[in-house]
């Protein structure tokens, strides 16, 4: 049996830091931030149809883990997906298209909100089904074991989802098999609609990997330090051929559940609290400017991003629907 560890680790970064890694990973968290205010803006116009289940202030979790991956690294994850498409550096334009079900979307305007891949960027898509992504996470990071690629596959998945027995199926075969995969549980405290305490037994769910020996840390998921220095120790030990990695992001989503939630299951105040004290995109910004970015600098990426994210929007307004052909293909007919 393998050694157990779950701990949790500081928020004071123990690694060196330039800027522009920095300056990058508060660029790609701002990205993420204005594309899915706009994402609401639009399906609250109607122009974005089904679910729609937006990211906002949850950034740091997929920015902090994308910048610890190589080339060739896959992700899984499943409907609160948008950041994690751009954080894989998927286009906007391509993404924002998709949403608005148009032609020029990643999945040809038939998958929307959920179901969007990309194999060129290493994703294979959001799921819509609670936990469906898990055991393909799994399979992922077989094929990364049987190909002999060094690659790890991230598996990202929420509270949820971790009372889902598929969950469990998958911690059980990848510890058996020493898989490469980090297991992403992102708490962001809330389901659908009901708290953490009241649907899940236990203090953390990482420790539900214990029975099977897997390694696990609990971290400040609004913190991007602390999740890039947790992402580099858990994609490490698992690229170095030692098996399966836990790490339970504790976040929060500032929205509700998807567009169609009204979120009365919690306060305002607790809302506004955790926005005023621990937002990652502000945290990150007031860290940059200790570090001698002045304001201006600041501002203008904002701007560069706004205009990015107009442009996306502009771009997918434009583009076609997809014909009536396009029903019958990338599917089977017996």
Known sequence: MKKNMAKKI????????????????????????RFEEKAGQLY???QIGGFCHLYIGQEAVVVGIQSAQIDGDSVVTSYRDHGHMLACDMDPKGVMAELTGRKDG???????????????????????????QVPIGAGLAFSHKYNRNKNVSITYFGDGAANQGQVYESYNIASLWNLPVVFVIENNKYGMGTSVNRSSAGENLSDRGKPYGIMSEIVDGMDILAVREAAVRAIDYCRSGKGPYILEMKTYRYRGHSMSDPAKYRTRDEVDK???????????????SKMGVEDETLK?????????????????????EPSEDELFTDITIN
Do not use: C
């Open 10 to 33: 500081l928020t004071e970064p123990k690694m060196n830091y330039d800027l522009n890694l920095l300056q990058n990973m508060y660029k790609k968290m701002l990205l993420i931030r």
């Open 274 to 288: 955790i926005r005023k004290t621990s937002d990652p995109i502000e945290n990150i910004k007031s860290l940059l």
């Open 300 to 320: 203008d990426i904002d701007t560069e991003i706004k205009s990015v994210i107009a442009e996306a929007a502009k771009f997918a307004q434009g583009s076609p």
């Open 106 to 132: 990643y999945s040809k305007g038939k998958g929307g909100s959920m179901h969007m891949f990309s194999r060129e960027k290493g994703f294979f898509g959001g799921h819509g089904i609670v936990a469906a």
């Open 44 to 46: 609250g116009m109607g």
